[in-house]
């Protein structure tokens, strides 16, 4: 069956950073797109940063633009994302998400996506 598998959430001060990843399985990862969103307590969950199958394409969100890395390795089956300069509004539950979707570009909406993972908690200390 599809799964994806988050890991590398942990607690951090403000200012360090933290590597995610996601391993997938159950599904043909090399022609899907991969999101990250997260989601704070009490909030909704957003939208932060998606890579379209090839990996050629990125998208960030404003806040995380300059400081999130996302990336994939198809040979693995895993989607990365790179998390530098941590703040505290970062704190959040993270998770990567799956969609095989015709367009070029991963989407940005978190109703597009077809398959989650069950998150990872992400704590960033002021």
Do not use: H
Request: charged content about 15%.
């Amino acid at each position: 069956q599809v799964q994806l598998v988050e890991s590398g959430g942990g607690f951090v001060p403000g200012g360090g950073s933290l590597r995610l990843a996601c391993a997938a399985s159950g599904f043909r990862f090399s022609i899907y797109n991969m999101g990250w969103f997260r989601q704070a307590p009490g909030k909704e969950r957003d939208f932060v940063a998606a890579i379209n199958w090839l990996g050629a394409r990125m998208t960030y969100a404003d806040s995380v633009k300059g400081r999130f890395t996302i990336s994939r390795d198809n040979a693995k089956s895993t989607v990365y994302l790179q998390m530098n300069d941590l703040k505290p509004e970062d704190t959040a539950v993270y998770y990567c998400a799956a969609v095989r979707s015709p367009t070029s570009a991963a989407p940005t909406t978190r109703g597009s996506y077809e398959y989650w993972g069950q998150g990872t908690q992400v704590t960033v200390s002021s």
